[in-house]
């Protein structure tokens, strides 16, 4: 499967003239660290809950330094590099882009981690069964 396939089309993105304040309302309704600014349909980067907590709440967060590089996953990476990338920059969210950086959505680690446990069975009790052979 591969990350286009696993958008969610619950969470809405940041603009630049978003406040802080609308920034961290947002991140507590959605239960997330992380969000992902676009402007016309473009990625700028991500902004964490750290990034806003000291600063002037009521600015916009465009005027805001963010912390963070600029990680997002291609629309045709696999599900196991996007969880890659998430783990390796600790995020609750990953952005997901086209060819032409255009923003297409986000996947949530709760998505995720949902997709893997059903793909590999975890909520089912079983067993496995390794088989070797020498050649």
Not at 75 to 82: I, K, S
Not at 83 to 111: C, F, H, R, W
């Amino acid at each position: 499967m591969i990350a286009k396939e696993l958008i969610s089309q619950t969470i809405d993105s940041l603009r630049t003239s978003d406040t802080g304040e609308e920034t961290i309302a947002m991140m507590s309704i959605y239960h997330v660290k992380h969000l992902p600014i676009v402007n016309n349909e473009q990625f700028l980067g991500m902004i964490s809950e750290e990034d806003i907590l000291d600063k002037n709440m009521n600015e916009a967060i465009g005027s805001y330094r963010l912390s963070m590089l600029k990680p997002y996953a291609h629309q045709n990476d696999h599900l196991f590099e996007v969880m890659k990338l998430m783990a390796e920059n600790k995020l609750t969210v990953i952005p997901v882009v086209d060819n032409s950086n255009k923003y297409l959505g986000l996947i949530t680690q709760e998505d995720l981690i949902a997709f893997f446990a059903i793909s590999f069975s975890f909520a089912e009790s079983g067993s496995i069964l390794v088989i070797e052979t020498d050649k």
